[in-house]
């Protein structure tokens, strides 16, 4: 673990990088160190392997903050996370051509742009299965009313229309096997557009406030709300509610994706408990003896026996790890390898043959349209895994066999 702590820091930042092996670009120390610079930060910013630059803050920080929060630092994709199911399955159960599986999994899930996935609110309850529209109104429905009573700008977010579905960028479903040939499940998804709306909204209420007051900051996506206030409570409120709406989505999913997978190859059992995680989130927790909110803008919580996921790039192993409750990590990990290439530079640096080759042996969509999501656009996820020793264990390290992206 390494320090920065400059004159105009109010507290330091800390950082892990595995003896410089895991490269930190100098714009996401110089973010870092902004979020550090806010009065109301609790001991320290950490940075996790991972990190890199994001808005506001920086992904894969851990921001303990005292009577405020940063909209911007918790993201517009809240409760964005990881879920695995270890199957009773062996490689010897799959069929030889994946193809077949992975289409199943495309079916059953709505991915991408596809039509339920990016349907509006107005005449979409036709497209949406019975089963969601009873989770829906089981579950989400009464407390969205409440949120967008008083808020309605957030209505219109493609809410009951996007749970249960994947969406695009860098969310995927894949079928894994382990090193004792088991078969896993695991994907990766959020809050999508509801959760998108009320970030931004709030985003923007948290700037409108830093006006009404005359708060100057070293960037305006650092507008933060303050404990006490209108706009924090009715935010606290929204995003909790967008991110139990990510756990519920996630477990949709992983329903289909079971069936779908039973459906191509056999019935099988659930061998342990899924792992159920996110990444993107706001949560009060006691630290250093306090109470404070705690943001992880990309990064995992690691209590001592907590079990947690880090997923690899599309063609790199992924982990199930334990934590160890790190207290200068604040109880976190790293969420995933951390990009080191922006999603345009990727596309303009990594050739179609180099990317194919990084991904032989995955059945998976391997053309231009995932060029971004490329192994050689993120760092190498052993360097990170060495970097966080002190934070977590590795349970189970996995190696995808089937990938569908967003």
Request: aromatic content about 8%.
């Amino acid at each position: 673990m390494k320090i920065i702590y400059g004159k105009d820091q109010a507290v330091p930042v800390k950082y892990w990088d595995a003896d410089g092996r895991v490269p930190f670009a100098e714009n996401t120390f110089e973010q870092a160190k902004k979020v550090s610079t806010l009065p109301f930060i609790h001991k320290h910013v950490a940075l996790m392997p991972d990190a890199h630059l994001g808005k506001g803050a920086t992904i894969g920080s851990v921001i303990p903050t005292k009577k405020a929060i940063i909209p911007a630092a918790v993201g517009v994709d809240l409760g964005c996370g990881m879920m695995a199911l270890h199957t009773s399955l062996t490689a010897n159960d799959l069929p030889d051509s994946l193809g077949y599986v992975r289409a199943a999994i495309e079916k059953a899930i709505p991915h991408g742009r596809s039509a339920r996935g990016g349907a509006g609110d107005q005449g979409a309850w036709g497209n949406i299965p019975n089963f969601i529209a009873v989770a829906w109104r089981n579950l989400m429905a009464d407390d969205f009313a409440i949120i967008v009573d008083k808020h309605p700008a957030i209505a219109k977010s493609n809410n009951a229309v996007h749970l249960g579905t994947l969406g695009t960028g860098n969310h995927f479903v894949e079928v894994c096997l382990d090193l004792n040939d088991h078969v896993w499940i695991m994907l990766h998804s959020g809050s999508r557009g509801v959760g998108n709306r009320i970030g931004s909204y709030f985003i923007q209420k948290a700037k409108e406030d830093m006006r009404k007051y005359f708060i100057n900051l070293p960037d305006q996506d650092l507008a933060y709300l303050a404990e006490g206030t209108e706009n924090f409570d009715d935010y606290w409120k929204a995003v909790s509610w967008a991110q139990d709406y990510a756990l519920l989505s996630r477990q949709i999913m992983m329903e289909n994706a079971q069936r779908a997978l039973e459906a191509t190859v056999r019935p099988f059992e659930v061998v342990e408990q899924a792992v159920n995680c996110h990444h993107n989130y706001v949560a009060v927790e006691n630290h250093y003896g306090e109470n404070v909110y705690v943001t992880r803008k990309g990064a995992i919580r690691a209590r001592k026996g907590d079990l947690g996921i880090i997923p690899g790039s599309m063609g790199a192993q992924s982990f199930i790890v334990r934590g160890k409750g790190n207290p200068e990590s604040f109880h976190s990990c790293s969420h995933g390898a951390g990009r080191t290439m922006s999603r345009t530079e990727a596309k303009k640096t990594i050739t179609l043959e180099q990317h194919k080759a990084d991904l032989e042996g995955v059945e998976c969509r391997n053309d231009e349209t995932t060029l971004d999501e490329s192994p050689k656009a993120y760092k190498p996820i052993k360097y990170v895994m060495e970097a966080q020793q002190e934070m977590v264990e590795v349970v189970v390290e996995l190696h995808q066999v089937v990938c569908v992206k967003g």
